[in-house]
């Protein structure tokens, strides 16, 4: 009875252990880690494309595209959930010259930093090492907008000069979404390709929004020429009050970036790499 009895207890005391190794790994076999707490260093270069008041459409001659540039980390939260967050540069640039509101003869271009703090969802675990993994992600954050335009040759600030007669915030909300796609080329790099729509609260990235001010009210003959610029091109001066932008929606700028994502991990795998390199003898 009581070889039965240690035989049941050694029986059951196997199959547990059998069962905790099992769960420390995947269906893949590789080692299983808990997820919270890995941390990752982002990176990514790609173009800006610009949506706003002096792109009325898509012009094949003058698309608006700059450069743009991330650098930032991911905080892994679960198996599929990661808080993000990044520091970003992007130029975009519109001129009316190729837009059916040509006769107004106003452009700008900028070059703008921008913090964005979110959310990325994961199609697959963490733990499933998938050499393929979809996702989607959500933030929020604010740019510094800083646009300019070209004047006797000299490139000139125009948020200073309040062209439509409104002091405006520099500093607006941007609220961000997007899909990615990223290929696990090593143990800790992986490469990917991510499309970023931004969306500023504010309708000033481009410093068009409203109507023409009156000219009186502008603080410089500076401000003045740059308000209104048909005259540049024979046009008659615009009218205080005639439609300079559209204030019904507010700008936005789209990245599209190739990205690399090198996986530091946390403190335990870290541990156990030092007495990987360093065994005990």
């Not at 980390?73 to 993000?84: I, N």
């Not at 837009?99 to 963490?126: A, E, I, R, Y």
């Not at 006797?152 to 899909?179: C, H, Q």
Request: glycine share 8%; aromatic share 12%.
């Amino acid at each position: 009875m009581i070889r039965k009895y240690l035989l049941s207890i050694v029986l059951f005391l196997t199959l547990f252990q059998t069962a905790a190794i099992a769960q420390g790994r995947n269906k893949f076999g590789s080692r299983y880690t808990n997820p919270f707490g890995v941390l990752s260093v982002t990176a990514g270069v790609g173009i800006a494309y610009y949506m706003g008041d002096l792109a009325d459409g898509v012009n094949m001659k003058h698309l608006g595209l700059g450069p743009s540039v991330s650098l930032g980390a991911q905080y892994r939260l679960t198996e599929h959930v990661s808080a993000r967050g990044e520091l970003r540069f992007y130029q975009v640039s519109g001129d009316q010259k190729y837009s059916k509101n040509f006769q107004n003869n106003l452009s700008f271009k900028t070059f703008n930093p921008d913090l964005n703090l979110g959310l990325q969802f994961d199609l697959f675990s963490f733990n499933r090492q998938a050499p393929i993994n979809p996702y989607i992600f959500g933030g929020v954050g604010a740019t510094l907008l800083n646009p300019k335009a070209e004047i006797d040759n000299e490139w000139v600030s125009l948020a200073p000069l309040t062209t439509e007669g409104i002091k405006y915030s520099r500093l607006p909300l941007v609220f961000t979404g997007g899909i990615g796609v990223s290929f696990k080329t090593t143990q800790r790099l992986s490469l990917g390709v991510e499309l970023c729509n931004n969306f500023l609260n504010s309708d000033y990235l481009d410093d068009v929004s409203t109507v023409y001010p009156n000219p009186d009210q502008l603080p410089t003959d500076l401000a003045r020429r740059l308000s209104d610029r048909a005259p540049e091109i024979g046009e008659q001066p615009r009218q205080p009050g005639w439609s300079r932008g559209s204030a019904k929606s507010k700008d936005s700028y789209l990245f599209l970036q190739v990205r690399a994502t090198y996986l530091i991990g946390n403190r335990m795998q870290a541990i156990e790499r030092r007495k990987t390199r360093c065994p005990k003898f």
